[in-house]
């Protein structure tokens, strides 16, 4: 429905009241969604919520289309206790297929969330809503049919903010990371020019439709942290993932971005789901600690968070 010329919509009536979820039965594994609708394509930390061991406070995107399902969703995680999920309304431009979602440095309450086909929306997260401000903005150099499914957001030392997103790549198809220098203000996002491109491939998964990199973030040092998945392209999967150490960015004297991606014979997963644990994480987070928290997209099985020492 439109109401003051803004487009409100969400999963309506007890959709939109606070609902603790079951743990899923995998060890570890907590529920946080159900069915095609409920699956987890990204998520962002809350900033300045306490973070720890079993503990933290998020905010995930679902890759729905129609009119009346969730877009964004707020995430309650306490040890000893079922997930408390909070289906958002969204007020404003209705973005289809969310596929990654970022904190904003240093702005409580605001993420950028990013659309398959490279349309990134400033959202913020107040009051019981999600208000996306402003149209969303094209990412820098995209191209007809690129599919993209993971953004983040670094601010280095010197205060500047810069981001960093990637093609999902497909089977022989690799991954595309770029970075560019990003601002994030009161008349909306612009990006800069892109100051580093580069192609990335993973050795697992190594079958079935691989997704080289279904989500990344990027630590407080530089290091790029990827996901990958690989989809048979049925609902029930088998599914299988992996978390990887993908390379790291720098800033270089004129206060580019440059990127140093691993090449695929030097990369390791500090984690592994075979097609017997049938999860595909297509959004990860990382807590101080290396404590990585990792949400899937099941699919007919819906969208699952964990917890994970990375050691």
């Known amino acids: 429905m439109i109401r003051n010329g803004i487009i409100v919509t969400a999963a309506l009536c007890a959709s939109l009241v606070a609902a603790p979820l079951s743990s899923a039965a995998s060890a570890g594994w907590q529920r946080v969604g159900s069915g095609m609708q409920g699956g987890v394509s990204g998520i962002a930390l809350v900033e300045g ?174 290091t790029v942290m990827v996901s990958a998945a690989s989809d048979p392209n049925v609902n029930d999967g088998p599914f299988t993932s992996a978390v990887y150490d993908a390379g790291r960015l720098t800033v270089n004297p004129a206060h580019d971005a440059v990127l140093r991606m691993k090449p695929e014979h030097a990369l390791t997963p500090l984690s592994r789901f075979t097609r017997q644990d049938n999860r595909k994480i297509e959004a990860v987070a990382f807590l101080p600690g290396r404590l990585g928290l990792w949400g899937t997209d099941d699919e007919n099985f819906g969208g699952s968070l964990m917890f994970e020492h990375l050691g």
Not at 113 to 136: F, K, Q, S, T
Not at 168 to 189: F, M, Q, T, Y
Not at 192 to 214: K, Y
């Open 49 to 222: 919520a306490p973070a720890g061991d079993e503990l933290a406070d998020a905010v995930v995107v679902r890759d729905n289309k129609g009119d009346r399902e969730s877009r964004l969703a707020t995430v309650r995680l306490r040890a000893g206790h079922a997930p408390v999920v909070t289906e958002l309304p969204w007020l404003g431009m209705l973005p289809a297929d969310l596929e990654a979602i970022d904190t904003v440095p240093g702005r409580a309450g605001h993420y950028i969330a990013l659309a398959g086909r490279g349309e990134a929306y400033h959202v913020v997260v107040a009051d019981g809503r999600a208000l996306a401000e402003h149209e969303p903005t094209a990412l820098p150099g995209r191209h007809e049919g690129d599919n993209y499914e993971s953004f983040a957001l670094h601010r280095d030392r010197s205060g500047r903010t810069f981001a960093v997103w990637a093609t999902r790549g497909s089977g022989a198809e690799k991954a595309v990371v770029h970075a560019s220098s990003v601002r994030i203000g009161p008349d909306g996002l612009t990006f800069g020019t892109v100051s580093a491109r580069q192609e990335f491939a993973v050795p697992f998964p190594d079958e079935d439709e691989v997704r080289h990199i279904s989500d990344l973030k990027v630590l407080d040092d530089g």
